[in-house]
């Protein structure tokens, strides 16, 4: 009699059998153990007979048709996915845009770097006023002054600035009064931190008195910071449109990446 | 027009062409469904479910045999309403051949069948779904699929994201399970399901 092991091995092949799925070492075993066991063919009948059953099960009919209705129609859109090279493309285009501006905008030298001394406290006061009387203080000391005012004095800064210094911009500028031209360059360097067009206006008036060019020349710090003062004076709107292309390039990318992102997961 | 035209002009949203592939397939979809379902009203939601489904995802459809990818969301569709029904077991099971006269209605193959051959026909196809809704759900599937359906192994592991050896012992369980509900209600089939102790 065939050990137990036998009978479930086999009893477990019968459907691979039925349906030739077994190898060859199986199907040899299922036979020769069938030819020994009569309970195991018995079921081996019996399931070969409950496969003919299931298959010759007749095919239910559909109790109602099953087509969609009308309103199920999709209108034929263009997809995504056909908008997903042009889009590819045109992020490429304009990340490369991005790049070339923000290394021309790094390569332009920016306002902020004239200051050359370390940034101090914020300057509410308006930087010309400051600026002006110390070039009036600054005059006297070092050579003297004509008794009469310059005459090509700017009219604007006239009106601006008080021929005679108020007592709050002497206070502002300094409680002592200013005697050398190291104080006044500090001074001037501090009104161009706060704003460069002033500073430049500050430049354009001291050249103009005949006192002020002098002190002028005389420093050469003073003669460095009025070429770069100039200098911002041409690349600052500059700097501005490169900053806004930037802004809006970068801005660009981010949202053509996203929807390329999109459409590719679509894919 | 051939069933790839009709498969690409539904794909770009023609839904006359996709009804026209609905009528060509729909009484094996909805005889998947049943056998799995064991259930007329199931049977019809998991097969309306299918044709909607298939509509819709159209797209994902990349060629090969219209009718395994077909059946493959068919078998999905019958699966999630099984585990549906399971979830709300108030509203499974009933009517289990719930036709206009309470019981389905079934393919008659023409022939010279007689009355009594095919009440007896009739009775065990009945007798034959019982055991089926007997089994468990994975198991079922993959029976109905082998044998109802005639798909392969192969076909079954791919519509069923399993592996050969699954289907295999699957299947192997199924039929023995449904080998001894049919033996235990051996008075009711034909002779060659009678497996009594004469016989072994």
């Known amino acids: 009699m065939a050990p137990q092991i036998d009978h479930t091995r086999a009893e477990e092949l019968f459907s691979a059998y039925i349906d030739q799925r077994t190898t060859a070492d199986e199907k040899a075993f299922v036979e020769r153990h069938v030819a020994t066991c009569a309970e195991c063919r018995a079921k081996l009948d019996a399931t070969r007979a409950v496969v003919v059953a299931l298959r010759a099960l007749p095919q239910v009919k559909a109790p109602r048709s099953f087509v969609l209705p009308k309103e199920m129609e999709r209108k034929a859109r263009p997809s995504i996915l056909s908008w997903y090279p042009a889009l590819r493309v045109a992020t490429a285009l304009a990340a490369v845009a991005f790049i070339i501006t923000f290394a021309g905008d790094l390569m332009t030298p920016r306002p902020g770097t004239v200051a050359m001394i370390p940034m101090q406290a914020s300057a509410p006061a308006q930087p010309t006023q400051m600026a002006e009387p110390m070039l009036k203080q600054a005059a006297p000391a070092e050579a003297p002054a004509p008794a009469a005012p310059a005459p090509e004095a700017p009219a604007s800064d006239a009106a601006r600035v008080s021929p005679t210094p108020t007592p709050e911009t002497m206070t502002v500028a300094g409680a002592e009064p200013v005697t050398d031209t190291a104080t006044m360059t500090e001074s001037m360097a501090l009104a161009m931190e706060a704003t460069p067009e002033a500073a430049s206006e500050n430049l354009a008036t001291a050249e103009a008195r005949p006192d002020g060019v002098q002190l002028y020349a005389a420093t050469p710090e003073n003669q460095a910071t009025e070429s770069q003062a100039a200098s911002n004076e041409a690349v600052a709107p500059q700097a501005d449109w490169l900053r806004v292309a930037e802004i809006v390039l970068g801005g660009l990318v981010i949202v053509l990446g996203a929807a390329t992102l999109i459409a590719r997961r679509a894919a | ?200």
Do not use: C
């Open chain 2, 1 to 200: 027009m051939d069933e790839n035209a009709l498969i690409q002009s539904a794909r770009k949203g023609d839904l006359n062409a996709f009804n026209t592939l609905v009528l060509a397939y729909q009484h094996q979809v909805y005889n998947l469904a049943y056998r799995i379902m064991g259930e007329e009203a199931a049977a019809s939601d998991a097969a309306q479910e299918a044709f909607i489904s298939a509509y819709k995802n159209l797209k994902s459809y990349r060629g090969g045999s219209f009718k395994s990818w077909l059946l493959r969301i068919v078998t999905n569709a019958s699966y999630d309403e099984l585990r549906r029904r399971k979830r709300r077991p108030a509203t499974s099971l009933n009517g289990l051949m719930d036709g206009d006269d309470g019981e389905a209605e079934f393919d008659v193959p023409s022939g010279e069948e007689g009355p009594e051959a095919a009440t007896q026909r009739h009775e065990l196809a009945e007798l034959i779904q019982q055991g089926i809704t007997t089994l468990p759900d994975d198991q079922r599937i993959v029976l109905v699929l082998s044998d109802v359906q005639g798909l392969s192994y192969e076909e079954i592991a791919d519509a069923t994201n399993s592996n050969l050896g699954t289907v295999k012992s699957r299947l192997s369980r199924a039929r023995a399970k449904l080998r001894e509900f049919l033996q235990a209600r051996g008075e009711l089939l034909p002779e060659v399901y009678r497996l009594d102790s004469n016989s072994a």
